[in-house]
């Protein structure tokens, strides 16, 4: 299909999100070898959205690399060159901050650095080769120097109304203003 779509002059883009269910094949190595974003107390669960799923913890190099090469051997080896890196911010079940902790220190600390470190383990892994120079990387959250590592920032689900389009076009602004030179949106539902 892939190379099909490519004959066609269109290239695949596929949805990656930051997360593994407790179900997942990959789940016990990552919980093990600490590539999981930690909680201090409470339930060892980080979102309960189609599974019960805990985020990666891109601040670690070792997570980053790891997740890098399962999406390598599921879609970057076979021609998929285009990545939407969702939930970037990340979200959470319980919104309590001072329960994650990250490789690099707490969440309320380091936080930020999330969506940075996500977009770096996808531009890292597709440059390491040498075959792919322009690395762009469509991802839901950014900061300072995001655009580093080719993030592409979409501002999210947003409604369809001409309020929403308005907000926007100042969120477009603001985002440029803020040094990220690529920015979309998806005005829809």
């Known amino acids: 299909m892939i190379k099909e779509l490519?004959?066609?002059n269109i290239e695949l883009l596929v949805s990656i999100w930051p997360t593994v269910d407790k179900q997942?094949?990959?789940?016990e190595h990552m919980l093990e070898h600490g590539l999981l974003i930690r909680q201090d107390r409470g339930l060892r669960t980080s979102m309960d959205f189609q599974g019960d799923t805990i985020h990666a913890d891109f601040t670690n190099p070792e997570a980053r690399e790891f997740v890098w090469q399962v999406a390598k051997k599921n879609y970057y080896d076979k021609g998929v060159k285009l990545f939407w890196l969702d939930e970037a911010e990340?979200?959470?079940?319980?919104?309590?901050?001072?329960?994650?902790?990250?490789?690099?220190?707490?969440?309320?600390?380091?936080?930020?650095?999330y969506p940075v470190e996500y977009a770096k383990a996808f531009y890292e892994g597709m440059t390491r080769d040498?075959?792919?120079?322009?690395?762009?990387?469509?991802i839901r959250c950014a900061w300072a120097g995001?655009?580093?590592?080719?993030?592409l920032l979409w501002s999210?689900?947003?409604?369809?109304?001409?309020?929403?389009?308005?907000?926007?076009?100042?969120a477009g602004l603001n985002?440029?203003?803020?040094?990220?030179?690529w920015w979309t949106t998806d005005i829809g539902e």
């Open 90 to 113: 990340p979200e959470y079940n319980v919104y309590d901050f001072d329960v994650y902790r990250y490789h690099s220190g707490s969440v309320l600390s380091t936080g930020n650095a």
């Open 146 to 151: 995001s655009q580093k590592w080719g993030a």
């Open 175 to 181: 985002v440029g203003i803020a040094g990220l030179p």
């Open 130 to 138: 040498g075959k792919q120079e322009n690395v762009v990387n469509l």
């Open 6 to 8: 490519q004959s066609l």
């Open 24 to 27: 997942s094949e990959n789940y």
């Open 156 to 170: 999210g689900d947003i409604a369809s109304s001409w309020q929403a389009f308005r907000d926007q076009v100042t």
